[in-house]
């Protein structure tokens, strides 16, 4: 399994991007796709989750600006984030796994990227 995270940088405050996230190695169609972020001195926090039938589930505060999507005949996962603020300044995974349990540590991934770096400053 391999996952490989782009499209982070630096953006300012009330800005957008679009996080990519290319996988391979297992089939793409029949699993979850997430991503989650780790801010600077943090632990690891659920930004969202998207099944197999494009149902979706948002960690708190996410879904009024961050949309995930996936492209099953690409196999590929974005996410779509917008009106960024300082505090979204965090490295963002892309994971996989089976199902979505936001409680425990790994909310249900069994693989992660490396991550993608997202800064947003003036």
């Known amino acids: 399994v391999q996952l490989v995270e782009s499209g982070g940088g630096l953006v300012q405050p009330g800005g957008s991007l679009r996080l990519s996230c290319t996988a391979s190695?297992?089939?793409?169609?029949?699993?979850?796709m997430a991503w989650a972020r780790q801010a600077p001195g943090k632990g690891l926090e659920w930004v969202a989750g998207?099944?197999?039938?494009?149902?979706?589930n948002y960690g708190d505060s996410m879904k009024d600006r961050f949309t995930i999507s996936r492209d099953n005949t690409k196999n590929m996962a974005y996410l779509q984030m917008s009106n960024l603020k300082p505090e979204d300044t965090a490295v963002y995974y892309c994971?996989?796994?089976?199902?979505?349990?936001?409680?425990?540590?790994?909310?249900?991934?069994?693989?992660w990227g490396k991550g993608t770096t997202v800064t947003v400053s003036a």
């Open positions: 998207i099944y197999v039938d494009s149902s979706t």
């Open positions: 994971g996989t796994g089976p199902t979505i349990v936001p409680m425990i540590r790994s909310f249900g991934m069994d693989y």
């Open positions: 190695g297992f089939m793409f169609d029949r699993y979850v």
